[in-house]
């Protein structure tokens, strides 16, 4: 599985920003994807997830203002951002697992500024 990640750049506090993620490889096995962030100076943290049955949940810290959603037909996922906070600024990272085999996009930096 190979996933790419873009959308990511400079917004505003409160602003919006969306970000996708296409997958292609052996997409059929994946049974969640989800989307991790890393700010600067601490772990990576998972923000949300959507399984292969459409469900999706998210850290407590996004919930409300993030949301995932996915486009089978274009085998992408995307990343809604919505009132965008100043500790949302991170490195943004897709992610597909398959049990316990994960694979990993490349990161998107997103910058929310005051």
């Known amino acids: 599985v190979q996933l790419q990640a873009s959308g990511g750049g400079l917004v505003q506090a409160g602003g919006t920003l969306r970000l996708s993620c296409a997958a292609s490889g052996s997409i059929n096995s994946i049974n969640s994807m989800n989307w991790f962030r890393q700010a600067p100076g601490k772990q990576r943290e998972l923000v949300g997830t959507?399984?292969?049955?459409?469900?999706?949940s998210y850290a407590d810290s996004v919930k409300g203002r993030f949301t995932i959603s996915r486009d089978n037909a274009k085998n992408t996922v995307y990343l809604q951002m919505n009132s965008l906070k100043l500790e949302d600024t991170a490195v943004y990272y897709c992610n597909a697992r398959r049990g316990l085999v994960s694979w990993w996009g490349q990161g998107t930096l997103v910058t929310v500024s005051s």
């Open positions: 959507i399984t292969i049955g459409g469900s999706t």
